[in-house]
């Protein structure tokens, strides 16, 4: 066999410029001249001699790489800032920051609803000139359980400068700028990329550029490992002018901050770290110290809805180096941590614990305010306990003063009760003033929309129209049509444009009504009706013997604050539910005796309704008079015959009957009641017990009685059942006690009382009763149709199930009912239950037989069924 070498692969021919045979049409052609010996033209040469001048002019047009515009730094001679001042504050950082290694390491609590927060520190020394830097690592990253079903919190870390008494959190306002962990530079609610790399572990650099002579002035820097990351960034304007402290803000992470003298990652020119700044350049925040050495510990105590927060708001701007302690804080730290409430929450709850509402278990229960009372007394700063309920009662405000029962706490009760000083109320009517600028300006931006897009809805249609004008013109003109010119003339006459101006500014005052205002009323109560109504009896002022070291009257005097006290708790006492309130065993006991006589005396007046029940009823009677008559004429002598007395009921003195069950010819009292009166009768009853409970199970002095609309709530309680006017046919409870006004009183003020005593018989109401019925019969024989009464009576109870069987009626059929005749028929079989098991089948769920005559009857008065050969009549 013969083997041929394979030939070599035909390559394109490639020219400089156009590789992969790219190359246009002609330079292929030129290249087939070649091969044939052809030369090519002067013109190609031309191009291969130009081509080397141009790749040389494309390496001199690439950009070179920026220079380092930052030079190192020259000596300076000025006084340094003292060893050890430049740190991070303890007083100026948030509450779950724990700094240790001498401060240099913040590290932040992780359990208990805080791995969900952000934690901040802002340094002692503020910058307001020259060039200086500190330097940041993540040490730790931390990943704590979420629990549940709660959402995972994110890491976060924020590096960068903060504005003195600003908010402690990076990139909440706009007096903060910082790079974040995702590579971003942030003023306030603006975010830059500023580079690819995101802040994790390693050495970062922040440089601050406030040397008016250098080339990078008022800019600031971010540097990994002592390289540069992103370009510098220009401080806002606002900073200008003003020291700006160096801040961090993380969250489930340990940081360790240098502020010098000597950086960890050298830069790639030298630079100065703060610690080792001028002192002209920096400026060092005050730290407050206490004189004796204690720290202080204010509780604020008002009454409910009468400025307590407004007080403490303008306490703590007037004096920062306090921290307040509630649980609205807790709730403003959750909102600046990023934590947002579910879509649709509405606010809930009262100012003193308002609702969380977070979705986040460790959030919603409490969690934090717990860890807090726990942290708070080992730190060193002052505080503010903004809470009413509380600092309202000796119990909680002992239960609060244990927990700083340190020596180095002073502390001290600020009573702000009674009519405020001129700087409150000028602060009141400024923030009432103010809410409503910016509920004005908030209508004026949604009118300004609105214009705004009916706008942009009619410049839509105009164009629109134009247009098509015109394609109906071009349609035309392409037809032939003359008319064309005379439409174009028409076009060119100028259309009126509909005005629409710009919404007008509306100036915004105060009414006669708000600048009265004494407080300011919230969107929230302070304390919710319930809260009140159960811990107001326990409400009291401050003592010394509590722990206070001083109690300070802010508004009024001792007296003035102690009545006040007294005043709010008396009406708030008359006016508020009871909610722990129960009925007690003597109540349970007379209504059990009165329930049992009400039965007695209905069962008395329907057998006096039967005739054969009556006549059964007098012959009892009859013979009880014969033994009597027998007992007064002794043994052995005949007694006289005995009738029945006569008694003409209709000129019966009724308030002088005393047995209402018999007037004297067995009738009874209440022979004539129809269910208006026993209804009547039972509610006088009721209400009668019920005021004489709520006074001894009560056992208040300040509340004896209730007013009409809480008859309701307790009648509820008491009875187990609900009090409607609309059952009496009427509107309301005033209407109905003015049926039963001889056993209840309505006063000036709305509140019940009992007319009679609490040890009144159950029979003296029978004759309340009586009398109110006949004064209503008078009043309608004369004409007066108002005294009738037609009340509601209550709905029939539902069908019962009772073995799987339903009974029509609503009653249920009585298992001992005697078996029906078939008046010598042969009874028909049970129905047999169908295969299957279960319990539920044919049989069960039939309806049982139920013979069409009443077996009662006399044989020979029954029916019988009738209609074909079954068993049983439809």
């Known amino acids: 066999q013969v083997h041929r070498a394979a030939p070599p692969p035909r390559h394109p021919v490639e020219r400089r410029g156009h590789p992969g045979g790219m190359a246009p049409k002609k330079d292929s052609a030129a ?30 047009a690439e950009p070179e790489k920026p220079k380092e515009l930052e030079e190192d730094a020259p000596a300076d001679s000025r006084k340094k800032l003292a060893p050890g001042t430049a740190c991070m504050s303890e007083a100026d950082c948030t509450l779950n920051v724990m700094p240790t290694a001498g401060g240099s390491v913040l590290m932040c609590l992780g359990e208990g609803g805080f791995q969900y927060l952000l934690a901040s520190a802002r340094s002692t020394v503020g910058l307001k000139g ?75 650099g922040v440089l601050l550029n406030l040397d008016q002579k ?78 004796d050495g204690k720290y202080e510990v204010v509780y604020p105590v008002a009454l409910p809805d009468q400025g307590l927060f407004d007080w403490v708001d303008d306490f703590i701007a007037k004096n920062p180096n306090y921290t307040e302690l509630s649980e609205r804080k807790i709730i403003e730290w959750a909102a600046k941590s990023g934590i947002t409430r579910p879509k649709g929450h509405h606010i809930r709850g009262c100012n003193d614990k308002p609702e969380a509402g977070f979705g986040i278990p460790s959030l919603d229960d409490g969690s934090v305010r717990r860890v807090l009372s726990g942290v708070a007394p080992l730190l060193k700063r002052n505080y503010v306990v903004a809470e009413v309920k ?122 006669e009504e708000e600048k009265a205002t004494v407080h300011r009323k919230l969107p929230l109560p302070d ?24 109690i300070q009257f802010v508004w009024e005097g001792a007296d ?163 009090f409607s006017p609309k059952t009496f046919g ?15 009183a309505l006063g000036d003020r709305g509140f019940l009382s009992a007319l009679l005593d609490e040890d009144t018989p159950a029979a003296k109401f029978v004759n309340l009763a009586e009398e109110h019925r006949r004064d209503r019969q008078r009043r309608v024989d004369a004409g007066d149709e108002t005294a009738l009464l037609k009340f509601s009576k209550p709905s029939p109870p539902p069908p019962k199930h009772q073995g799987g069987q339903y009974h029509r009626g609503g009653q249920q059929q009585q298992q001992a009912r005697p078996p029906p005749r078939y008046q010598g028929r042969q009874a028909p079989p049970p129905p047999q239950p169908r295969s299957g098991g279960g319990g539920g089948g044919y049989a069960s769920q039939r309806r049982p037989y139920t013979p069409s005559y009443s077996t009662e009857q006399p044989a020979w008065k029954r029916q019988r069924p009738t209609g074909g050969s079954g068993y049983y009549r439809r």
Not at 34 to 52: D, Y
Not at 613 to 620: D, P
Not at 730 to 744: F, G, P, T, W
Request: net charge neutral; hydrophobic share 35%; aromatic share 8%.
């Open 214 to 291: 250098s080339a990078n002035a008022n800019t600031v820097s971010l540097f990994k490992n002592g390289t540069r990351v992103g370009s510098p960034q220009a401080i806002p304007e606002n900073f200008k002018g003003k020291a700006l402290y160096p801040t961090i803000t993380y969250r489930n992470a340990t940081v360790s901050v240098n502020f010098g003298p000597s950086p960890s990652a050298p830069l790639p020119f030298t630079c100065r770290m703060i610690s080792d700044a001028a002192a002209d350049d920096v400026e060092v925040s005050k730290v407050v110290e206490p004189k």
């Open 31 to 60: 290249a087939e001249g070649a091969a044939e010996g052809k030369e090519e033209p002067k013109e190609e040469v031309k191009k291969a001699e130009e081509e080397p001048k141009d790749a040389e002019a494309k390496e001199e």
């Open 527 to 550: 304390l919710t009706e319930k809260v009140l109504a159960k811990t107001c009896s326990k409400f009291a002022m401050p003592t010394k013997e509590e722990g206070f070291k001083d």
């Open 560 to 722: 003035k604050c102690e009545e006040r006290l007294r005043e709010f708790v008396l009406e708030l006492k008359r006016t508020s539910k009871a909610e722990d309130l129960q009925p007690s065993a003597w109540f349970k006991e007379k209504w059990a005796e009165c329930q049992k006589l009400l039965q007695e005396w209905r069962k008395k007046h329907n057998d006096w309704k039967d005739p054969n029940r009556k006549k059964g009823l007098l012959e009892r009677k009859k013979a009880a008079l014969k033994k009597q008559a027998e007992e007064a004429a002794g043994e052995g002598n005949k007694a006289e015959e005995v009738k029945i007395p006569e008694v003409d009921a209709e000129e019966l003195d009724v308030l002088a009957v005393e047995d209402v069950t018999d007037i004297g010819s067995g009738e009874p009292l209440f022979a004539n009641f129809v269910y208006e009166d026993w209804t009547l009768l039972s509610t006088r009853l009721e209400l009668h017990l019920l005021l004489h409970a709520f006074k001894k199970d009560l056992n208040d002095p300040d509340r004896v009685s209730f007013p009409e609309n809480h008859l309701d709530f307790y009648y509820t309680k008491y009875f187990k059942k609900s």
């Open 390 to 511: 509380a600092n309202l009662m000796a119990a909680e405000r002992n239960r609060s003063l244990a927990q700083f029962s340190s020596p180095k706490w002073s502390k001290v009760a600020k009573v702000i009760i009674g009519k405020p000083d001129k700087a409150y109320s000028a602060r009141v009517l400024q923030a009432i003033l103010a809410d409503k600028k910016a509920k004005a300006e908030s209508e004026k931006k949604k009118k300004q929309a609105e214009v705004t897009r009916k706008r942009l809805l009619a410049e839509r249609a105009k164009k629109a129209e134009e247009a098509k004008r015109a394609r109906m013109a071009a349609q035309k003109k392409k037809a032939g049509d003359e008319s064309v010119a005379e439409e174009k003339e028409e076009e060119e006459k100028p259309v009126e444009e509909e005005k629409m101006d710009d919404v007008e500014d509306v100036v915004v005052e105060l009414t």
């Open 730 to 744: 009427k509107q309301k409870v005033a209407d109905v006690i003015e049926l039963i006004r001889d056993s209840v």
């Open 130 to 204: 020259g060039r200086y830097m500190f330097e940041a690592r993540i040490v730790e990253n931390l990943t704590p359980e979420s629990g549940g079903k709660a959402p995972g919190a994110k890491q976060v870390v924020r590096i960068g400068f903060s504005l003195a008494g600003s908010s402690l959190f990076l990139a909440d306002t706009e007096d903060s700028i910082c790079f974040d962990s995702e590579g971003f530079f942030q003023h306030g609610k603006q975010r830059v990329k500023c580079g690819t790399t995101r802040v994790d572990r390693g050495t970062y």
